[in-house]
């Protein structure tokens, strides 16, 4: 799916643009240093393609696209749990439909805001009153922040994520630096772990990174660039691909997607709900991500 020629359904500005992205409308944004794309669902962001240079995103082909499941690829917005700690996986945020808050082009970026509230819907697998921002800018570097409110009378607790997918050139030639040594390893029932710092990913991996460094630089030899990841408000970073077998496994990605991603996601975690993040009313609390690449 070719997210930059897909044609114009309203535009807002000149640079600024709704466009369909299957069932789903999606905003599509054109600045002299940057392209990116976020879906209004889920407040998914589909793409962000400094001029010039490839995706920093990888997004699956085989995502629905429904308007319903959640997106493969990208980067899904986690909250207001991360992974099982209920159901649905990762929370609702990232199959919810949010709305268009306020957007603004200025000569170094350009900044779209969405939002999403507490409802009927949200009410039942969550009870609690919130108001979430999802802040997309768009220049010679990708800021990604959600922004979560307590509009209620009581303190509430969450975790969540910006789960994102980068793309890369090959799996196989890739590593990563600045992840820190310590992580809780997923797939050996949450044992805790320490390895030297620089990670090769060699097999299916689902760690999170406990004490992550203020940069984490996955560098591609393959697509010639260095992808930097700074993150803030998060308590660890994690790292996933599924591999071959998990990638086989699933509908949404193609069977040879996991060489060409992988995520690293700025995180809250916590291994329930209640001891997670607390927000007091009427306070806010932001979690980051920060992207940008460099030639190697
Ligand atoms: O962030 C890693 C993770 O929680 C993995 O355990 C893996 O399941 C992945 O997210 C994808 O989850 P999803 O619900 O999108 O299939």
Sequence with gaps: MNLYTAPIDYSLTKSIEFIYVGESRAIRVRHPKASGVISLHGAHVLSYQPTGEEDLLWLSGNSQFDGKAAIRGGIPVCFPWFAKAASPSHGF?????WQLHAYQITQENALITLQLKDDQGTDATWPHPFKAR???EVGEELNVTLEVMNIGGHPWTFTGALHTYLNIGDIDTL???GLGKTFIDKLDENAPQAEPETLSVTSAIDRIYTEPKEEIVVHDPTLGRDIIIKNSGHNSAVVWNPWQEGAQSMADMQDDGYQ???CVESVWYAPTIE??????????YQLSTNISSRPR
């Design 93 to 97: 945020a990232r199959t919810s439909e």
């Design 134 to 136: 999802l802040l997309f």
């Design 175 to 177: 590593s990563v630096t």
């Design 260 to 262: 060409h991603m992988l």
């Design 275 to 284: 001891e997670g993040k607390t927000v007091q009313p009427a306070k806010t």
